[in-house]
């Protein structure tokens, strides 16, 4: 069973930087692709950002540039890097996986597993 656990979120100003980690377990993480999405009160769940097992990258037109995922298979984490954070970016930040040796799309239905999510929220 694929558990994932996020953890980073948290207040900030605007312009600021937090990073998001992503805890894997039960599973073997380096077998999976892994996504980064967010949801802001009232609108859909959205694309952040996704990686593969090898470390090719996708990026929303969004955050492109802000925002960098990495991550650590030794660790089984999952990593995301934001920053010069803006106001609209506040959202409930959710890691989901999926196995694959290929760089899943953007949409919610292509993963499989998903942690509970981690705030983040950015003041003007």
């Known amino acids: 069973q694929v558990q994932l656990v996020e953890s980073g979120g948290g207040l900030v100003q605007g312009g600021g930087s937090l990073r998001l980690s992503c805890a894997a377990s039960g599973c073997t993480f380096s077998w999976y692709a892994m996504g980064w999405f967010r949801q802001a009160p009232g609108k859909e769940r959205e694309f952040a950002s996704a990686?593969?097992?090898?470390?090719?990258?996708d990026y929303a037109d969004s955050v492109k540039g802000r925002f960098t995922v990495s991550r650590d298979n030794a660790k089984n984490t999952l990593y995301l890097q934001m920053n010069s954070l803006k106001p609209e970016d506040t959202a409930a930040y959710y890691c989901?996986?999926?196995?694959?040796?290929?760089?899943?799309?953007?949409?919610?239905?292509?993963?499989?597993?998903w942690g509970q999510g981690t705030q983040v929220t950015v003041s003007s």
């Open positions: 990686i593969s097992w090898s470390g090719m990258t």
């Open positions: 989901a996986a999926k196995r694959s040796f290929g760089l899943v799309g953007r949409f919610v239905n292509e993963y499989d597993y």
